[in-house]
């Protein structure tokens, strides 16, 4: 059962985080390592490291169309009174979110593909079309960590491009899943499936793109 913060609380946390400064640094980190933020900044990192104009473009061009299209489709639903928050805490308001996720994650990858994008932005594509199909396939049952998944695709992402010398980035994983979990929005087991889904759809997209 998840408990949603209600905005009250939000604000309690946010006027005295000396006297509640775990639930501060917990809604922080949430907030901070949002998917959407952390797509983001994932598909930067892909970019500054290929370090060309067609990989700064195809970068733009994916996190428009798989990042910011699904959150202003999220802020649609929002501000209609579909959803109760961003973040997608009751399990059955995800479906369309992750339905329409989905089609944008497939339009952006096909288009990828046609006009040959440089493969490391094309793993990160693959990996989203597949990380949210398989999401929306668990989610009709049971509720799964989307930031625990992006967290442990952004470190990996790190590790792939930067080689061992990053490994302090594998730190944000179980960060971002105490988070989640003090704030009573996921499990412990439900960080750990999303985590270990997250790092297996990377070697997936990579070993078909290596």
Known sequence: MTVQIQPNNVTDILVSPHKKWDKFAAHWIS?????????????????????????????LIYSFIAVMLPLLYVVWLLKHGKVTDLHLVIRAERIKPLIFSLICAGFVWGMMQIYMAPNLLLVLAALNFMQ????????????????????????????????????????????????????SRHTLMQTIAGSGLGSLIFSLAVLIYS
């Open 31 to 59: 907030q901070i390592a949002s998917p959407p933020v952390l797509m983001t900044v994932t598909a930067i990192l892909g970019a500054a490291t290929l370090s060309t104009t067609e990989a700064w473009r195809w970068a």
């Open 132 to 183: 949210t199909t398989i999401f929306l396939a668990i989610t009709f049952y049971w509720k799964i960590s989307a930031h625990s998944a992006a967290a442990s695709i952004l470190a990996l992402v790190v590790l792939y491009t930067t080689g061992l010398v990053a490994i302090l980035i594998l730190g944000i994983i179980p960060l971002v899943a105490w988070a989640r979990i003090h704030l």
